[in-house]
């Protein structure tokens, strides 16, 4: 059974501090990690990863895939009340179009 | 465009009782998609389509029933109400018309639907 399992479940900052987010997977046949933002209602999409090392970026965020360790990380540095969300990070299979996701980190950034 | 859209917003069921989840997305995504959300969890699969006609289970099907009649729709059909289906339900959509749009094409979500059974 396909399984992705976040760490921390979640983690109280103060404003500045940089976080990281991690996202370990086993799947049978790996095709793309992403890592997703939910705020009060819908996940927003943050990042598409598929091949190790190469890591992708945007403003205070960045993400890296390991697939030989199978596991992931998001980044978040310098941050704010603003990132105050739960983090999803999901996985899919070459095998079919569907996505497994974590339970989420719940990240809370106080001022 | 709209992207997902979904109603209604909230919803109170008695226990037995039916309903249906609507999803309609008007971006021409093929693939669309019906998620689960519980307290504090992750986002578990319930049922999702590749195309008009063509509807298959995901992780948690049970007490579930979808149709896939046109490409904007999606509808999710409650037939028995439980209280161990309190949750919220997003619907989300993805276009692949080949092998590398569908290996690239991240879900667009709808905003939810928050059901509570008693």
């Not at chain 1, 705020?39 to 890591?55: D, Q, Y």
């Not at chain 1, 980044?75 to 569907?98: K, P």
């Not at chain 2, 039916?18 to 693939?31: E, G, I, V, W």
């Not at chain 2, 689960?36 to 049922?47: E, T, V």
Request: with cysteine; net charge neutral.
């Amino acid at each position: 059974e396909d399984k992705v399992v976040q760490s921390p479940l979640s983690l109280v900052v103060h404003e500045g501090d940089t976080v990281t987010l991690n996202c370990s997977y086993e799947v049978t046949n790996f095709r793309s990690l992403l890592w997703y933002k939910q705020e009060k209602k819908a996940p927003t999409f943050l990042f598409m990863l598929t091949s190790s090392g190469i890591e992708k970026k945007s403003g205070r965020l960045s993400s890296i895939l390991d697939k030989k360790e199978l596991f992931s990380i998001l980044n978040i540095t310098a941050t704010q009340t603003g990132d105050s969300a739960i983090y999803l990070c999901a996985v899919g299979e070459t095998s079919g179009s569907r996505l497994t996701f974590g339970e989420g980190t719940q990240l809370t950034v106080n001022p | 465009n709209a992207g997902v859209t979904q109603t209604p917003k909230f919803r109170i069921l008695k226990i037995g009782q039916s309903m249906t989840l609507q999803c309609a997305q008007d971006m021409n995504h093929n693939y669309m998609y019906w998620y689960r959300q519980d307290p504090g969890m992750g986002l578990k699969l319930i049922y999702y389509s590749v195309g008009a006609g063509i509807t298959d289970k995901g992780e948690v099907p049970n007490g579930y029933n979808v149709s896939r009649s046109t490409t904007e729709d999606f509808p999710l059909r409650l037939e028995l109400a439980a209280p161990s289906q309190t949750s919220v339900y997003f619907c989300a959509s993805s276009y692949a018309g080949t092998a590398a749009e569908k290996d690239n094409s991240p879900l667009h979500f709808g905003n939810g639907t928050r059901l509570t059974v008693t």
